[in-house]
Structures are given as C-alpha cells and as structure tokens.
C-alpha cells in the first residue's frame, strides 16, 4: 500500500490529488482492486484535507478573539 506523506503537501496539492482519486474512481473501466486502493487513498487524502481545513480555523477564531 503506497503512503503518502500529507504533512509535508499543501492543501491545494492534496486536494488536487484527492480530486484526481474521484475521477479515477468515477471511471467504470477501474479494476476493483485498484479502485479499493484508490478509496482508500482518497480517505487518508479527505482526512488529511479536512485537518488541514480544522487546523486553518483555529488559528482564525484564535486571532478573532
């Protein structure tokens, strides 16, 4: 299974990559296999994304207060 070091991309990379992942998946050609490796990477993408997206907030209502 390839792991993906998400610390180390931005947000707009990630969420690039995780947009190509849903194309790839919405191809009806994709090997099952292939298309549970690629699920599964769009989740560890989707979360990274979203963490990222928690963390930005944070530091927002931080500074807001």
Do not use: H, W
Request: glycine share 2%; charged share 45%; with cysteine.
């Amino acid at each position: 299974r390839r792991k993906i070091n998400m610390e180390k991309k931005s947000f707009e990379a990630l969420l690039k990559e995780l947009e190509t992942v849903v194309k790839d998946l919405e191809n009806k050609d994709i090997p099952l296999d292939e298309a549970v490796k690629k699920y599964q990477l769009g989740l560890e993408l989707s979360k990274a994304c979203y963490q990222m997206l928690e963390e930005a907030e944070k530091l927002v209502v931080k500074e807001i207060k």
